[in-house]
């Protein structure tokens, strides 16, 4: 998903953002997103701020519909910075047929087999069947392997009702480095990297680690998960005037992660007066301190959705309401253990000691919860002089109620503690957007969403509000179309993973908290530029920050992109088409600023704030590749970061930055039958 989004303003890489990245993630003007909606369901995983970890196969989906800024209808409870909606594919009445086959360095190995189209008559009945397989190998050491299928069923009662039944079974697993998501890159150990300085785009050669190595990850690593989804959803119009909109899903979550990686963290030493990191613990390369860790997550929801929508028109007046309910069912449980491993020489390349017991292993963490969220919305358009002036209001009011069980992992046998939370929120958006000529429009939107979570086995809400206003434009006659805004974005009780829980979940909390906000510009340009050059370009400027106003890692203040794709349609090149690419992304911090580890506070003891030690370089990557269409074939050639540039990207904190990958070539063969 990232790789289809890049293009637009405000998006940029998550960590664990790629093919074999976890949970699609990527970031939203600045915010990371940790879940998706699929068809409108929520893929979170109540009452936690994760979904399922496997990347959704991009084969099941039609197209993916983004949001910027807190979703207040659709996903009340998501990423203040944004939302993104996959729309899955769902059967045809008219029959169609495709095979594709994919080949390339990394991240390919891929077949595919689409089908859809009527059954029977022709009339009632249409169906769809998707399946694919990939065994591909990766950039950083490493392999993915999935197995995805979908069979869909539509039946269609008449003109105004229809039912359509989907299942989607993921089965998907990492290998190697791979499968260790943001820790299989280099860890920042080099003296160097202290007071705020920007690192190297590869590790240096005496702390042993090596640009996209084994980096003391275990060979023997893997991470596999399996979803089952099944979903309904039956739409009808009612006394010809109100669409109605009935729909279920339930899934089925069983993730498993077997990994060996290194265990040192590296302890930083602040200045107190200025709380700039002035020192820094180094590891010995040769004896590298490693950890083996197994967890074991289950996770089983059940949703319910209904809503009605309709449209009156009064001359140069039109309402166009919209008003439903959801609700959503979970249950989860997870289960950590860790065993100490024989150090790793990083010199003497892939790491390969013997995979311990599984009995072996001590428990590290447990925990179980059950969660039930309920939501009420309303949503009114309001069109004015002939839809010149446009008014949007809306409320949605969400009720959860969570508990989550935490054991003793010194003895298991003794009753959990249960920690209850329950209560409801109400989020707000509001809109008016004003049309002085007919290509021109004038807008600015409020908007809300609130969340409960779980911090450190404590669930409490989080709140996001955002106030935006911009531009937006038409040219050449609707086919050229151009966007600017300003955003404005606060977020409480923001609560990110903490890279320590991963080696040492005994001992540290497995996520921090605090509040942030973010405010900047956005700039898009989407169409034809021409009938056969098409663009899209985009450039954000923005700031997130913290309370003590410093970056968050991973978080670029500057962001552009542009792409440009060419389509010859007469002459000898028809059916030819070219395209060129190029994506910056600003320089960001590497870490979020760590607590003294004297005081245990965000503060030195003179008060002053502690500092980020240490950033990663701004960086450009271009892209380029071409299509051609031959009766019912079509040939497509992709090339991402096609002058193999070497670089950081995607840093999760000292413990881990990531490599981007060289590059990918991949040529993907479409048959249609």
Same mark, same amino acid.
């Given at each position: 998903?990232? /790789?289809?989004?890049?293009?637009?303003?405000?998006?940029?890489?998550?960590?664990?953002?790629?093919?074999?990245?976890?949970?699609?993630?990527?970031?939203?003007?600045?915010?990371?997103?940790?879940?998706?909606?699929?068809?409108?369901?929520?893929?979170?995983?109540?009452?936690?701020?994760?979904?399922?970890?496997?990347?959704?196969?991009?084969?099941?989906?039609?197209?993916?519909?983004?949001?910027?800024?807190?979703?207040?209808?659709?996903?009340?409870?998501?990423?203040?910075?944004?939302?993104?909606?996959?729309?899955?594919?769902?059967?045809?009445?008219?029959?169609?047929?495709?095979?594709?086959?994919?080949?390339?360095?990394?991240?390919?190995?891929?077949?595919?087999?689409?089908?859809?189209?009527?059954?029977?008559?022709?009339?009632? &009945?249409?169906?769809?069947?998707?399946?694919?397989?990939?065994?591909?190998?990766?950039?950083?050491?490493?392999?993915?392997?999935?197995?995805?299928?979908?069979?869909?069923?539509?039946?269609?009662?008449?003109?105004?009702?229809?039912?359509?039944?989907?299942?989607?079974?993921?089965? &998907?697993?990492?290998?190697?480095?791979?499968?260790?998501?943001?820790?299989?890159?280099?860890?920042?150990?080099?003296?160097?990297?202290?007071?705020?300085?920007?690192?190297?785009?590869?590790?240096?050669?005496?702390?042993?680690?090596?640009?996209?190595?084994?980096?003391?990850?275990?060979?023997?690593?893997?991470?596999?998960?399996?979803?089952?989804?099944?979903?309904?959803?039956?739409?009808?119009?009612?006394?010809?005037?109100?669409?109605?909109?009935?729909?279920?899903?339930?899934?089925?979550?069983?993730?498993?992660?077997?990994?060996?990686?290194?265990?040192?963290?590296?302890?930083?030493?602040?200045?107190?007066?200025?709380?700039?990191?002035?020192?820094?613990?180094?590891?010995?390369?040769?004896?590298?301190?490693?950890?083996?860790?197994?967890?074991?997550?289950?996770?089983?929801?059940?949703?319910?959705?209904?809503?009605?929508?309709?449209?009156?028109?009064?001359?140069?007046?039109?309402?166009?309401?919209?008003?439903?309910?959801?609700?959503?069912?979970?249950?989860?449980?997870?289960?950590?253990?860790?065993?100490?491993?024989?150090?790793?020489?990083?010199?003497?390349?892939?790491?390969?000691?013997?995979?311990?017991?599984?009995?072996?292993?001590?428990?590290?963490? =447990?925990? =179980?919860?059950?969660? &039930?969220?309920?939501?009420?919305?309303?949503?009114?358009?309001?069109?004015?002089?002939?839809?010149?002036?446009?008014?949007?209001?809306?409320?949605?009011?969400?009720?959860?109620?969570?508990?989550?069980?935490?054991?003793?992992?010194?003895?298991?046998?003794?009753?959990?503690?249960?920690?209850?939370?329950?209560?409801?929120?109400?989020?707000?958006?509001?809109?008016?957007?004003?049309?002085?000529?007919?290509?021109?429009?004038?807008?600015?939107?409020?908007?809300?969403?609130?969340?409960?979570?779980?911090?450190?086995?404590?669930?409490?809400?989080?709140?996001?509000?955002?106030?935006?206003?911009?531009?937006?434009?038409?040219?050449?006659?609707?086919?050229?179309?151009?966007?600017?805004?300003?955003?404005?974005?606060?977020?409480?009780?923001?609560?990110?993973?903490?890279?320590?829980?991963?080696?040492?979940?005994?001992?540290?909390?497995?996520?921090?908290?605090?509040?942030?906000?973010?405010?900047?510009?956005?700039?898009?340009?989407?169409?034809?530029?021409?009938?056969?050059?098409?663009?899209?370009?985009?450039?954000? /400027?923005?700031?997130?920050?913290?309370?003590?106003?410093?970056?968050?890692?991973?978080?670029?203040?500057?962001?552009?992109?542009?792409?440009?794709?060419?389509?010859?349609?007469?002459?000898?090149?028809?059916?030819?088409?070219?395209?060129?690419?190029?994506?910056?992304?600003?320089?960001?911090?590497?870490?979020?600023?760590?607590?003294?580890?004297?005081?245990?506070?965000?503060?030195?003891?003179?008060?002053?704030?502690?500092?980020?030690?240490?950033?990663?370089?701004? &960086?450009?990557?271009?892209?380029?590749?071409?299509?051609?269409?031959?009766?019912?074939?079509?040939?497509?050639?992709?090339?991402?970061?096609?002058?193999?540039?070497?670089?950081?990207?995607?840093?999760?904190?000292?413990?881990?930055?990531?490599?981007?990958?060289?590059?990918?070539?991949?040529?993907?063969?479409?048959? =249609?039958?």
């Amino acid at each position: 998903m990232y /790789e289809a989004t890049r293009y637009f303003s405000g998006v940029s890489n998550g960590r664990g953002t790629g093919p074999g990245g976890i949970m699609d993630r990527q970031n939203f003007r600045g915010f990371e997103s940790f879940t998706k909606t699929i068809d409108n369901f929520s893929s979170q995983l109540i009452p936690t701020n994760n979904g399922f970890v496997a990347v959704f196969e991009p084969q099941f989906i039609e197209r993916a519909d983004v949001v910027l800024g807190p979703d207040t209808i659709l996903a009340p409870t998501g990423s203040p910075g944004g939302s993104i909606n996959i729309v899955t594919k769902s059967p045809q009445f008219q029959r169609a047929n495709d095979l594709i086959v994919a080949i390339g360095n990394y991240n390919a190995g891929k077949v595919a087999l689409d089908s859809t189209g009527p059954l029977g008559g022709g009339k009632h &009945w249409a169906y769809r069947v998707i399946g694919d397989y990939q065994d591909a190998r990766t950039y950083v050491p490493g392999s993915i392997r999935q197995w995805n299928v979908s069979p869909q069923l539509t039946c269609r009662f008449s003109d105004t009702a229809e039912l359509t039944l989907k299942y989607f079974g993921i089965q &998907w697993e990492l290998t190697g480095a791979m499968a260790n998501a943001n820790d299989n890159g280099w860890e920042v150990t080099d003296p160097g990297s202290i007071r705020g300085t920007t690192i190297g785009g590869t590790p240096p050669p005496p702390s042993g680690f090596t640009y996209n190595g084994w980096n003391g990850n275990a060979t023997w690593s893997h991470t596999f998960d399996r979803v089952n989804l099944v979903s309904g959803q039956f739409t009808a119009t009612v006394a010809d005037r109100v669409s109605m909109r009935l729909g279920a899903e339930v899934f089925f979550d069983n993730n498993i992660g077997d990994s060996g990686f290194p265990s040192f963290s590296p302890t930083e030493t602040f200045d107190p007066a200025t709380g700039q990191v002035t020192g820094l613990s180094s590891p010995n390369p040769a004896a590298l301190p490693e950890v083996a860790r197994y967890n074991h997550g289950i996770s089983r929801d059940v949703q319910l959705q209904n809503d009605y929508a309709t449209d009156f028109h009064f001359g140069e007046i039109s309402i166009q309401p919209v008003a439903g309910w959801a609700y959503q069912q979970a249950a989860n449980t997870s289960n950590t253990r860790q065993f100490a491993l024989p150090p790793a020489n990083l010199f003497a390349g892939a790491y390969d000691p013997s995979k311990p017991l599984l009995s072996t292993y001590a428990p590290a963490a =447990k925990l =179980k919860s059950n969660a &039930w969220q309920s939501q009420v919305y309303a949503l009114t358009k309001a069109g004015l002089y002939g839809d010149r002036i446009l008014l949007t209001s809306g409320v949605s009011r969400t009720w959860v109620n969570s508990n989550t069980y935490t054991y003793n992992i010194s003895d298991l046998s003794a009753p959990p503690a249960l920690l209850t939370l329950g209560g409801y929120r109400d989020t707000y958006l509001g809109s008016i957007l004003f049309k002085p000529v007919a290509s021109v429009a004038l807008y600015y939107t409020f908007s809300s969403n609130a969340a409960l979570t779980t911090f450190n086995t404590h669930p409490l809400w989080q709140q996001g509000r955002q106030h935006e206003f911009g531009l937006k434009s038409e040219f050449f006659h609707q086919r050229l179309a151009f966007t600017a805004a300003h955003f404005q974005i606060a977020q409480t009780n923001l609560v990110t993973p903490n890279p320590a829980y991963n080696v040492d979940p005994a001992h540290n909390a497995p996520n921090t908290l605090s509040d942030q906000a973010n405010h900047g510009f956005e700039f898009n340009l989407v169409g034809g530029l021409t009938k056969n050059l098409s663009v899209i370009a985009s450039f954000t /400027e923005m700031k997130l920050r913290d309370p003590f106003s410093r970056r968050v890692r991973n978080v670029p203040d500057q962001l552009a992109n542009l792409l440009l794709n060419y389509r010859f349609t007469d002459g000898a090149l028809k059916n030819f088409t070219v395209f060129a690419g190029v994506v910056h992304v600003g320089n960001a911090a590497g870490e979020n600023a760590q607590n003294d580890p004297k005081t245990g506070v965000a503060v030195t003891p003179q008060g002053a704030p502690t500092q980020t030690g240490f950033y990663v370089a701004a &960086w450009t990557v271009y892209n380029a590749g071409a299509s051609y269409r031959w009766d019912r074939c079509r040939f497509n050639l992709n090339v991402d970061n096609l002058l193999n540039s070497k670089f950081a990207w995607q840093p999760a904190s000292r413990l881990s930055v990531s490599p981007y990958p060289g590059a990918t070539v991949r040529l993907t063969t479409e048959i =249609k039958f």
